[in-house]
């Protein structure tokens, strides 16, 4: 079954460091982008950034921008999400994403989405 | 990059039709009309319903349609059902491969 399971729920205090993880259970994980959304308590979604698994081209939305790191390891079809310097504003629900098929790819849609990562940042 | 425009809510009855607008700018839908819809449930992860502006993926309801027209996108769900009460959010295209939301619009039915 193509599904993508993410790393389960974190608690962690300001200013530490954190790593989400996004495992993809289909051969198509390294064949398409995946991407992060972020959904912040009670808020809309957002889009963090894309990686290509192929060759980790990596690209980030300007508000995310050298505040998280996107990355994969291809040799067990895992993507992962670093937020460093954590602020209580990062506390928000974490969302991988993957298309399943050449068609949503190119028409950068997402039918396939983690089941979420809930993040709580508080001292 | 700023997010798209959508209503904060919509309401309707059982049976009617609502539409959803979502409204970005030349350099996002107006250039590149890339853009889908999301369908997301309270505590659940978002369902694309629409893509390509238009398409419907399979097993997605007929009852769902997209529509653009210049720099506006919309999403029309006719014969309303109780189910349908969600948040939905706009996603287009922005070029090198950033995508912008829309801040989502609350379905009451």
């Known amino acids: 079954e193509v599904q993508l399971v993410q790393s389960g729920a974190e608690v962690k205090k300001p200013g530490e460091s954190l790593k989400i993880s996004c495992k993809g259970y289909a051969q198509t994980f390294t064949t398409y982008w995946i991407g992060w959304v972020r959904q912040m308590p009670g808020k809309g979604l957002e889009w963090v950034g894309v990686?290509?698994?192929?060759?980790?081209?990596?690209r980030y939305s300007p508000s995310f921008q050298g505040q998280v790191t996107i990355s994969v390891d291809k040799s067990i079809s895992t993507a992962y999400l670093q937020l460093n310097t954590l602020k209580a504003s990062d506390s928000a629900v974490y969302f991988c994403?993957?298309?399943?098929?050449?068609?949503?790819?190119?028409?950068?849609?997402?039918?396939?989405w983690g089941q979420g990562t809930m993040v709580t940042v508080s001292s | 990059q700023s997010a798209l425009t959508q209503p904060a809510s919509v309401s309707g009855s059982p049976g009617q039709s609502i539409t959803i607008s979502c409204t970005g700018t030349s350099s996002d839908i107006g250039t590149y009309n890339v853009v889908s819809w999301y369908q997301q449930h309270p505590g659940k992860a978002p369902k694309l319903i629409i893509y390509?502006?238009?398409e419907r993926p399979s097993g997605v309801s007929s009852r769902f349609s997209g529509s653009r027209s210049g720099n506006t996108a919309s999403l029309t769900i006719s014969g309303l059902e109780a189910g349908d009460e969600a948040d939905y959010y706009c996603?287009?295209?922005?070029?090198?491969?950033?995508?912008?939301f829309g801040g989502g619009t609350k379905l009451t039915v």
């Open positions: 996603c287009a295209y922005a070029g090198s491969y950033t995508l912008v």
């Open positions: 994403v993957t298309p399943s098929s050449g068609t949503y790819f190119a028409a950068m849609a997402f039918d396939l």
């Open positions: 990686i290509y698994p192929g060759d980790s081209d990596t």
């Open positions: 390509e502006g238009s």
